[in-house]
């Protein structure tokens, strides 16, 4: 899936362009409990939070489950907070997402965050499968599966405590309009000039911990 532009865009200006626009019909994708996109008048998740979100629409379904149960740009905006890196298959849900929206936001976790935390995701079916990268010169996004590399370093409360002050190193914040320029990438990871196979690489937890960084570093900007 090699088409469009998408580009870096906060999600507090997100936020906020979306409040200029009382009008329009914007649908938040994996809601969750507490709703991640106040403005949205649509909202999906797979548990039925509707008794939360009174004289708003509330879609049961599993994002997992293709095609989307929507029509063709039925949305003027599509909020997909935490959602892509959850997808078994995240080029179809892309384009799903493209298909039933004219222009969308997308908030992920980076590498950096993802291995700070605990990797319990592993585990979970539901959990983290795919790390995503963002080259700012090609304005593309690139996803590779995710791998357990480090060890859990902190919890959640102490994340808590640090996410204000370091959220753009944690979160990759990206809107789209028309479509999405993204590519599937390999399982290796770069580390100055020298490339590692992970599967065939033993490293200690801390100089994963440096891959990991390097490579977020490298595309984070």
Known sequence: MEIGVIKRKSR???????????????VDLG?????ACPNANVL??????????????????DL???????KDKEFDFCWASHILEHMEDPTEFLKEIVR??????IEVP???IDNLVSGDDFRDPHGHKWWIFYDDEEEKMTLRPRRHIVLKTIDIP?????????RS???????????????????KYFYEDKEYDLEETKFQPWVMGQLAFQALKRHHG
């Open 31 to 35: 809601c969750g409990k507490g709703g």
């Open 110 to 112: 980076t590498p950096l």
């Open 64 to 70: 997992s489950k293709l095609p989307l149960p929507f």
């Open 100 to 105: 039933i929206s004219k222009a969308g936001y």
């Open 12 to 26: 507090y200006a997100t936020l906020e362009m979306l409040s200029k626009h009382p009008e329009w019909n914007i």
């Open 158 to 166: 102490e994340l808590n405590l640090l996410y204000p002050f370091f």
């Open 169 to 187: 190193s944690f979160v990759l914040e990206l809107c789209w309009e028309d479509s999405i320029n993204m590519e599937i990438g390999d399982e």
């Open 44 to 61: 999906v998740d797979r548990n039925n939070w509707s008794s939360d979100f009174p004289g708003k629409e509330f879609v049961v379904h």
